[in-house]
């Protein structure tokens, strides 16, 4: 195949050489793709001017040795509310460099792709509540990457009930991929406390896709340490995002 057409969401630009730039897009049909625009960087590139971060775009590619290079794109949605807002900036380019930094070149699902677009719609229409769009967004996507935690019972000795313990708190372990209860605690030290409320929470987000209507500090704790758990590193617009 010597041509491809998808839609896609703009993630980032590099510059490129001296008149180029290269292009980082989730496409809805062949994951996170790298693409080069010739002269991209000239004042009457004709392209150049579709390919701006948020952008929703249907872009056709064409097959290259070193690179793949964009030959037509249009922009299908530019997310002008979102970008008009410095918040909303700020918190929708989190979600653009969590998506590349946690998917892989040529990773493909569709779900993936409808989650990032319908993330990006919600924060443009929102009126406050970003912290729960992201959690909703992170555990979401890291369940769509294969980490779905277990939320039903105690993942190192089973126990059933585990969340009606005394003191109706648990533990979640991210390296063991769900709760622990009082005794099993011991095996992962770096599991967090969750409480009985939380671990509802996000059984709702993940079942009935549903985003929780208040903000819980304790929630978008417990996300972060999920997503830092399988990102390893900072991400630049981190620093930014728990400031507000
Ligand atoms: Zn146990």
Known sequence: MLY???????????????????YTVYTEKYGKIKVLVKGARKINSKLAGHLEPFNLIDLTVVKGRAWDKIINVSTVESFSHLKRNFRKI????????????????????????????????????AKQSFCQIIDYFVLR??????????????????????????????????????????????F???????SEENVRKIKEMLTENLIPENHDQSLTKITNSFLKYHLEKELESEKFIFGF
């Open 90 to 125: 700020i918190y929708g380019s989190y979600i653009l460099e969590i998506v590349d930094n946690l998917i892989k070149e040529h990773h493909q699902d569709k779900e993936v792709f409808k989650l990032l677009k319908k993330t990006l719609n919600n924060l443009q229409i």
């Open 4 to 22: 491809y057409r998808t839609l896609g969401i703009v993630l980032k630009s590099q510059n490129h050489q001296e008149a180029d730039r290269t």
């Open 188 to 194: 992962d030290q770096n599991s967090s406390i969750i």
């Open 141 to 186: 996507l890291l369940c769509f990457l294969g980490y779905e935690p277990n939320l039903s019972f105690c993942v190192f000795c089973k126990k059933k009930k585990v969340i009606l313990s005394k003191n109706k708190f648990v533990f979640i372990s991210w390296k063991f991929g769900g709760l622990l209860c009082s005794q099993c605690k011991k």
